[in-house]
Nanobody, 117 residues
Framework: QVQLVESGGGLVQAGGSLRLSCAASGSIFRFYRMGWYRQAPGKQRDLVAAITNGGSTNYAGSVKGRFTISRDNAKNTVYLQMSSLKSEDTAVYYC???????????WGTGTLVTVSS
């Protein structure tokens, strides 16, 4: 069992920056991929960014060049640095841990990011 706890959300003006953190209760090295998703009101949850155990990253087109995902295996923490924020980035951001093979996928409870225009 792994718990994921997101932090760093809040209210920010358009054009500003925030850094989200996802702290895991156990080693994240055991997971194939760590990711950040977001869900705006009335919309589905979408992948924002992900990073594999080998360090490969991928981003949603809407955040490419503005967001950066990183991981610190020693601290069991994944980060999402968000810059040049737009009102459309407003959402609840969730961290997830995707296992190798058919293991259990874990989710955090989310952190709210509100971007005011």
């Amino acid at each position: 069992q792994v718990q994921l706890v997101e932090s760093g959300g809040g209210l920010v003006q358009a054009g500003g920056s925030l850094r989200l953190s996802c702290a895991a209760s156990g080693s994240i090295f055991r997971f194939y991929r760590m990711g950040w998703y977001r869900q705006a009101p009335g919309k589905q949850r979408d992948l924002v960014a992900a990073i594999t155990n080998g360090g490969s990253t991928n981003y949603a087109g809407s955040v490419k060049g503005r967001f950066t995902i990183s991981r610190d295996n020693a601290k069991n923490t994944v980060y999402l640095q968000m810059s040049s924020l737009k009102s459309e980035d407003t959402a609840v951001y969730y961290c997830d841990a995707l296992p190798y093979g058919l293991g259990v996928e874990y989710w955090g409870t989310g952190t709210l990011v509100t971007v005011s225009s």
